[in-house]
């Protein structure tokens, strides 16, 4: 039988390692270059709730498998699944696949990408993302829900999704985790920008070479763990409250209506809530623009 692709059904998506005190959550689908579907999205809460009940793990780091961190969400490979159901974690609401138009999208994704990457940011335990290749779109959310980031020399940062109409991936923390002129151009120009140009906006705290990257990120987590446990949760709990009294968690509320309006316009006037875009056209239009 010919193989149709997709993932081995015994290939777990997220992998979890204990290394002393730090939790190693790993992104695994290498194949489609991490690219996150449901099925992801909830082997990552179930990573990081192992990661928070075991008393031993202090720190955690978040990494992707293979050449890159993570390409986005899935937008088309064989195990895309947004049609499907999964016990839902981050907000109470019903259930999208039995609901159309904007009920349907507006309820998958309120859990899956807000309630999901907002759920993550409150993680009790300082959590790093390790990113090296690409980080785009529904991987900034990933790398920026979490307490800081690590970046390798070769990494790189876009959200290109203004292309579909769309302003913004759904967690819309854009103008806190850079200034709000970078954020415009990181947005309107859709290009990809490099790890130290994402650390001369704050966006990234380290750059090191790609050989570096893994030993770098362990020695900062190693350094973290040896802080008392519950002072570490208080001092993330107190940032993050500075950073929604700016505005933040309400500002991202707000967006997450104009991201939903876009979806619905494009919906409206061309049957398709991605304005006909896939992975590939999306890659396409990347590559024409640059
Ligand atoms: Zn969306």
Not at 153 to 161: E, G, K, S
Not at 228 to 248: C, H, I, S, W, Y
Not at 258 to 279: F, I, P, R
Request: proline content about 4%.
């Amino acid at each position: 039988m010919p193989s149709t692709g997709g993932d081995a059904p015994d290939e777990a998506v997220v992998t979890y390692e204990r290394r002393g005190p730090v939790a190693a959550v790993t992104l695994n689908r290498p194949r489609y270059r991490n690219a996150q579907n449901s099925k992801m999205t909830y082997a990552l809460d179930a990573a990081f709730t192992r990661a928070v009940d075991d008393d031993e793990v202090k720190v955690i780091v978040l990494a992707g498998a293979g050449e890159h961190f993570c390409a986005g969400h899935d937008i088309g490979t064989p195990d895309r699944d947004v049609d499907e159901s999964f016990e839902r974690k981050a907000v109470i609401w019903w259930d999208h696949t039995e609901r159309e138009g904007v009920d349907r999208r507006w309820a998958r994704e309120s859990e899956v990408y807000l309630g999901m990457c907002r759920r993550w940011r409150e993680i009790p335990k300082p959590v790093i993302a390790m990113v090296h290749g690409a980080c785009v779109a529904g991987g900034l959310m990933l790398a920026w829900c979490c307490d800081f980031i690590v970046a390798s020399d070769d990494a790189f940062f876009a959200d290109p999704v203004v292309r579909m109409g769309i302003p913004g991936v759904e967690y819309f923390a854009h103008p806190w985790v850079m200034n709000p002129r970078a954020a415009k151009e990181f947005l309107y120009t859709g290009e990809r920008f490099s790890a130290e140009q994402a650390r001369e906006w704050g966006m990234v705290n380290r750059t090191v070479p790609l050989e570096e990257l893994e030993s770098e990120t362990y020695r900062i987590a190693e350094r973290i763990s040896a802080m008392p446990a519950f002072g570490l949760a208080l001092t993330k709990r107190a940032v993050n409250q500075a950073e929604d009294l700016q505005g933040m968690r309400s500002g991202m509320d707000s967006v997450f209506g104009l991201h939903h309006a876009a979806h619905a316009h494009n919906a409206e006037v061309g049957g398709d809530s991605l304005a006909g875009m896939d992975a590939r056209r999306m890659r396409d239009a990347g590559r024409s623009a640059s």
